[in-house]
């Protein structure tokens, strides 16, 4: 009764209270459903593509990425202090999580998934274009410095004394020239920073907290351990991958290493749009409801329920 208060402040709590100790009775009653009979059965389907999908969008969206190797992304796009950058990360991180605390019950888990997946998308489109842009400069003027140096040195082959104590400002041309682009050039680097940030804000309003406890609100009672067991695999197997697989998938694409996920991030916002419904709000019941009322109900799928709790699988 306190914590309701503490949470809603003075109100009449009896119907709260009720509704509580009515899914309690409930959850008695309900058996728990073992992992394989989750998978198998058509009627849990739905629910548990979405929990899977909604962890392989966290995972896939490239942010293990930005943990793990930021400070050598920080490097690649010209940062003079990458640690610092790194420090930088944890802090948003952090700051950002608890934005999602504050704004998660009020715009709903599946605006904000959709705005953080979304924003997410465009700024590894950012990423890409400031990496891309980095390393053309920087190759420019490493040919243009070994250039101008090589047009020295034969200059210096023919009748000239090469050891003259004053050294013609042409030899110096090409890394005075190779200064002046960089610094013409630095803000970019601010630009690779700022869309790392802005990539891990994009995460924390959304994609980071909400896998995490909207598998429970998609499942009953009874299938409900059995699905955030799946979807916790789920997510650190991913995670594995991304962690293992980007040094080689980076090497492979330079550059362009983030349209990889921009890609993924566009298909899973497009999914979620389409697929995910809202469950701010709703019991499981209402949820279910959405997600079967455009599917032909069978006799099959009714049994399959049946057996389903008739089935007490610890």
């Given at each position: 009764m306190?914590?309701l208060?503490r949470?809603k ?5 009896t ?12 959850a008695?009653k309900?058996p728990r459903?073992s992992i ?5 059965s ?5 629910q548990?593509?979405?929990?899977l999908?909604m ?5 896939l969206s ?10 050598d ?5 010209g940062v003079a202090?990458?640690?610092?950058a790194t420090i930088?990360v944890g802090?948003i ?6 934005v999602?605390?504050?704004l998660v019950d009020r715009?709903?888990r599946?605006t904000?998934?959709l705005?953080?997946?979304?924003g997410m998308?465009v700024?590894a489109v950012?990423m890409?274009?400031?990496l891309k842009?980095?390393?053309v400069l920087?190759?420019?003027t490493s040919?243009d410095?070994s ?5 020295t040195?034969e ?16 030899f ?6 190779s ?6 050039y ?5 630009v690779?920073?700022s869309?790392?940030?802005l990539?891990v804000?994009f995460?924390?309003i959304?994609p980071g907290p ?6 429970a609100?998609l499942?009953s009672?009874?299938?409900?351990p059995a699905?955030?067991?799946?979807a916790?695999?789920c997510?650190?197997t ?7 697989m980007f ?11 983030f ?5 993924l991030?566009l298909?899973?916002?497009v999914?979620?749009?389409?697929r995910v ?5 709703k019991?499981?019941?209402e949820?279910?409801?959405i ?10 799928d ?13």
């Amino acid at each position: 009764m306190l914590g309701l208060y503490r949470l809603k402040g003075a109100y009449d709590a009896t119907p709260d209270l009720e509704e509580m100790r009515r899914e309690k009775e409930e959850a008695d009653k309900e058996p728990r459903v073992s992992i394989l009979s989750l998978v198998r059965s058509p009627v849990y389907r739905q629910q548990l593509f979405v929990a899977l999908m909604m962890h392989l969008s966290q995972q896939l969206s490239g942010i293990n990425a930005i943990f793990y190797y930021s400070t050598d992304i920080f490097t690649r796009a010209g940062v003079a202090q990458p640690v610092f950058a790194t420090i930088g990360v944890g802090i948003i991180n952090t700051l950002f999580t608890l934005v999602s605390v504050a704004l998660v019950d009020r715009a709903g888990r599946r605006t904000l998934t959709l705005v953080g997946l979304g924003g997410m998308c465009v700024c590894a489109v950012g990423m890409t274009v400031g990496l891309k842009l980095q390393t053309v400069l920087v190759r420019r003027t490493s040919s243009d410095t070994s250039s101008d140096t090589l047009s020295t040195c034969e200059r210096h082959s023919g009748k000239e004394n090469i050891f003259n104590t004053r050294p013609p400002a042409i030899f110096f041309s090409g890394a005075f020239r190779s200064s002046l682009d960089l610094n013409q050039y630095s803000w970019m680097s601010y630009v690779s920073m700022s869309a790392v940030f802005l990539f891990v804000s994009f995460f924390e309003i959304g994609p980071g907290p909400i896998p995490w406890f909207i598998v429970a609100e998609l499942f009953s009672q009874g299938p409900r351990p059995a699905a955030i067991a799946l979807a916790g695999c789920c997510n650190w197997t991913s995670n594995f991958v991304v962690a293992m697989m980007f040094p080689y998938v980076q090497t492979w694409l330079e550059s362009y290493v983030f349209v990889l996920f921009a890609v993924l991030l566009l298909g899973f916002t497009v999914y979620i749009y389409l697929r995910v419904p809202e469950t701010k709000g709703k019991s499981f019941e209402e949820i279910a409801a959405i997600f079967h009322k455009d599917r032909k109900k069978s006799p099959e799928d009714a049994a399959e329920l049946q057996q389903l709790k008739a089935s007490a699988d610890a």
